[in-house]
């Protein structure tokens, strides 16, 4: 990985033993200055793109990508599509090239996106009720623990908003299994992967309006309620305008306690494009948890949007002027966005007392399914080994497990640690996990060691 030149710099500096606070934040600056994701990262943010797997055998585009860039988003290839293209067989080449792209640039990751109406496979689309429910959450489980731990934020549901002054729910096949099913996908992701950002993510939301005053009402009910939400994306494919309460708009979710992100921003190059591009940077700026910002792809030519060039480089990679005015925009600063903020806690553990350990079962249930997160906490001494028994009621199926292997059917089911989680320290936990079909197990189960 080549070591960015502010820092081979800055560690040039300090060898050099000049110890002088200022002269070291000034040369930070001026390096920082010169390409967009170190500029972001002055206030703590980040500048992404949109990046396809097809395209990194392009020297001029992964070129602009690891010189640019501190994040990454898949443009297609985490989709549902692209994963899981027979039910319960999954296939992650592609995304892992772009997860990999990003680890290797030491970028952040974003996920996109677990659970959308579009780009389902055929086998999805086919699919309604409790079958279909069962399936998607089932996706989001497996996707998010392939990549648990490695994702920055992940886009949990995609587009679920209808367009148009009603502010209500899309219709969807998805919608169609409960009006619960973006707050289970939530649930699944955080128990799947409890360090990644769980956004909401959607567009013709740049302003306050009956579309993004819907979501506004479903992320204060999901915080009301204590359903894990972290992020909400505004993907920001514009025009030729821009809204004036753009930024008011991105305030009032932050003012809920979520952080928000430009997701998926490009701009019609026929109007003011290059101003329409700094009002945005300006505006993320401005609101202290706006933590992020990304383009939708890296030259005119790699946009979904054909002829509108809405991108920061033309098609030979060169920098346009919406490039200078976000660089210059990005320069000029703003609040420090808020750190990552620790994710959710798990159920409590227990207060270790004694040898052995103890499980419990926290759950998150449909009509007809359900997944069931277990926490195993060692006593006062570690653990070597362990097993959880759990109770199921009758008619409830064990349909897959994670971080443990199972054993028994009906009423009763034995968990075993794997190699991974063999060992717990004293007082310390892991968690592991199943989906089953039917309702879910009580919280009451058993621990033994060895
Ligand atoms: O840029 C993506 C394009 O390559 C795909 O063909 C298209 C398929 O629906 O999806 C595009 O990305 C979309 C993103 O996943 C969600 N928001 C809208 C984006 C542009 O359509």
Redesign the pocket.
């Known amino acids: 990985m080549p070591i960015p030149r502010g820092r081979s710099l800055l560690l040039t500096v300090v060898a050099a033993g000049v110890a002088a606070a200022a002269s070291i934040a000034v040369i930070g600056t001026a390096e920082a200055a010169t390409t967009l994701g170190a500029s972001a990262a002055q206030t703590g943010r980040y500048y992404g793109a949109?990046v396809?797997a097809g395209r990194l055998g392009d020297a001029t585009y992964t070129g602009i990508l690891n010189r640019e860039f501190n994040s990454v988003t898949a443009?297609?290839e985490m989709?549902w599509d692209a994963t899981e293209p027979a039910q319960g067989r999954f296939t992650y080449a592609n995304g892992d090239r772009i997860l990999n792209q990003g680890i290797a640039m030491g970028a952040k990751v974003r996920g996109?996106?677990l659970l959308?109406h579009?780009?389902q496979p055929g086998w999805a689309r086919s699919m309604s009720g409790a079958a279909l429910r069962n399936a998607a959450i089932n996706h989001v489980t497996q996707v998010a623990t392939h990549y648990r731990g490695r994702i920055h934020s992940w886009d949990v549901v995609?587009?679920a908003f209808a367009d148009g002054g009603s502010g209500a729910r899309r219709d969807s096949n998805l919608q169609r299994t409960g009006n619960d099913w973006i707050e289970a996908a939530f649930r699944a992701a955080r128990a799947a992967d409890p360090g990644a950002k769980l956004c909401y993510?959607d567009?013709n939301t740049d302003g306050v309006n009956a579309k993004s005053t819907g979501i506004y009402n479903m992320v204060r009910d999901f915080k009301a309620r204590g359903v894990p939400i972290d992020c909400v994306g505004f993907?920001s494919?514009l025009g030729t305008g821009i809204s004036g309460d753009y930024q008011a708009n991105l305030q009032r979710f932050a003012d809920l306690g979520v952080d928000v992100q430009i997701t998926?921003l490009d701009v019609a190059q026929g109007g003011n494009q290059a101003n329409i591009y700094a009002t945005v940077t300006r505006a993320c700026l401005a609101v202290a948890r706006c933590t992020g910002i990304t383009v939708?792809?890296i030259r005119d030519s790699d946009?979904?949007?054909t002829g509108e060039n809405p991108l920061l480089f033309d098609n030979s990679g060169n920098r346009k002027a919406a490039y200078n005015s976000v660089l210059s925009a990005l320069n000029a600063g703003g609040p420090t966005s808020p750190g990552p903020s620790p994710s959710s806690p798990g159920p409590s553990p227990s207060t270790p007392s004694g040898d052995g350990c103890t499980a419990t079962v926290s759950l998150n249930a449909w009509n007809g399914g359900y997944v069931a997160t277990v926490r195993v906490t060692a006593g006062a001494t570690a653990v070597n080994g362990w097993a959880v028994g759990v109770t199921l009621p009758s008619g409830s199926a064990v349909t897959n497990v994670w971080g443990a292997t199972s054993s028994g059917a009906g009423a009763t089911m034995s968990f075993r640690n794997v190699d991974y989680n063999r060992q717990i320290a004293a007082g310390g936990s892991i968690e592991f996990g199943f989906q089953g079909t039917g309702a879910g197990p009580g919280s009451a189960s058993s621990c033994r060691v060895g």
Request: glycine residues 4%; proline residues 0%.
């Open positions: 949109a396809a443009e297609n989709k996109h996106a959308w579009q780009q995609n587009e993510n567009y993907q494919h998926e939708w792809g946009s979904w949007r």
